[in-house]
């Protein structure tokens, strides 16, 4: 079983930014891919972003696309997400997820394991 530590979430002003990490342990990654998702009060939960973990090649949401960044340390077993011009719409608990998969994943429910989440909140 894989376990994932999200860290990073905090209040930031409007056009601010973040940097969300996730750490990951428990086996090797290789053929993984790895995702960021996010859940906002009332709403089900979305892709943000996703990376391959032996290729790096990156996907991302539209919502976010040009503002966010994915990557990865494979030393350190870890996924990053940086977060530029930050909006209010962007408020929420953004969660790790790992998915044991050669191919890129955005569904929710095609990932295996997910972190405990990370609080996000973006102020006018």
């Known amino acids: 079983q894989v376990q994932l530590v999200e860290s990073g979430g905090g209040l930031v002003q409007a056009g601010g930014s973040l940097r969300l990490s996730c750490a990951a342990s428990g086996r090797s990654f290789s053929n993984y891919h790895m995702g960021w998702f996010r859940q906002a009060p009332g709403k089900e939960r979305g892709f943000v972003a996703g990376i391959s973990w032996n290729a790096g090649s990156t996907y991302y949401a539209d919502s976010v696309k040009g503002r966010f960044t994915i990557s990865r340390d494979k030393a350190k077993n870890t996924v990053f997400l940086q977060m530029n011009s930050l909006k209010p719409e962007d408020t929420a608990i953004y969660y790790c997820?790992?998915?044991?998969?050669?191919?890129?994943?955005?569904?929710?429910?095609?990932?295996?394991?997910w972190g405990q989440g990370t609080q996000v909140t973006v102020s006018s």
């Open positions: 997820a790992a998915a044991r998969s050669f191919l890129p994943r955005v569904t929710p429910t095609l990932y295996d394991d």
